[in-house]
């Protein structure tokens, strides 16, 4: 866990100042970190019962497709508006400064479907909510949450109540 920690890069200001971007590039290009970064993640999944994951583009694509494999689950991609190629669905949501928007084919979640949600990084846990919201507007259930790192001080599981959040590392 450590290890992990130490490999994750702290990059100030970044992509606007005053913000301290965790940039997990040198973990990814780490096969040992990356590994044991999927190890940690599907531990707490692995007694849960769901249908598939959901990666949140673009980072949480990454970590959800190697949890797919490792889990044996179908991986469903939540796209920035305009990338998706069939019929979508979308949700929009409100972030520190804006708004933001994103999408998911309509045919995705079948109604009753169980659904982990997956990002690298859970800061004001607005995308998260968003997500979550989206799954269920289609009758899909949010049996959890997992993100690699937690930015404590963000609050975002005061945004995230109604569910499980699994986490690796917290600052
Ligand atoms: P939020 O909606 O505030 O929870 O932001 C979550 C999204 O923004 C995730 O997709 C993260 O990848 C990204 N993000 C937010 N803050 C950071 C940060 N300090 N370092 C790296 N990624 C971040």
């Known amino acids: 866990m450590e290890q992990l920690r130490q490999i994750i890069r702290d990059v100030p200001d970044f992509p606007q100042k005053g913000i301290v971007f965790k940039d997990i590039t040198p973990l990814l290009s780490d096969a040992q970190s990356f590994r044991k970064a999927i190890d940690y993640m599907a531990a707490p999944l692995k007694s849960r019962e769901f249908d598939a994951l959901i990666g949140i583009e673009s980072r949480g694509f990454i970590f959800a497709a190697a949890l797919a494999y490792e889990l044996g689950k179908g991986h469903i991609p939540v796209r920035k508006p305009g990338k998706l190629p069939a019929d979508t ?67 975002g599981r005061d945004k995230l109540t109604d569910y499980d959040i699994c986490t690796v590392l917290n600052y």
Do not use: C, N, P
Not at 132 to 149: P, R
């Open 89 to 155: 669905v979308q949700v929009s949501y409100e972030l520190e400064y804006g708004s933001d928007t994103l999408e998911m084919h309509a045919d995705a979640v079948e109604a009753g479907q169980r659904i982990v949600i997956v990002d690298d990084v859970l800061a004001t846990g607005g995308t998260a909510r968003g997500v979550a919201d989206l799954v269920e507007k289609v009758g899909g259930k949010v049996e959890a949450l997992s993100f690699l790192i937690e930015l404590d001080f963000l609050k």
